[in-house]
């Protein structure tokens, strides 16, 4: 997963979480993107759709951004970035 930078976030908290809201997987990085663990992608069948949002703190830890929550689905095909 990866998403645009914010100034001054020093921490990015991911969750990725069921149309329930029930969490699939939390997880953090300091850069704007994260490997998905393949505990994860057993949750993630084709065609399911899922939510995740992303929290950028500061250095302080304080919230400097919020995505809110974001929908996808789950492709049958693999997407190839170019």
């Keep these: 997963m990866e998403w645009a930078a914010f100034n001054g976030a020093t921490v990015y908290e991911i969750e990725v979480f069921e149309v329930d ?49 974001l929908r996808f689905r789950v492709s049958t095909q693999p997407t190839i970035k170019k």
């Design 21 to 69: 809201r029930s969490s699939l997987w939390r997880g953090s990085s300091s850069a704007p993107r994260v490997q998905i663990p393949s505990s994860l992608s057993a949750h993630c069948s084709p065609g399911k759709t899922v939510f995740w949002q992303v929290t950028a703190r500061n250095a302080a830890g304080v919230v400097v951004a919020d995505s809110g929550a």
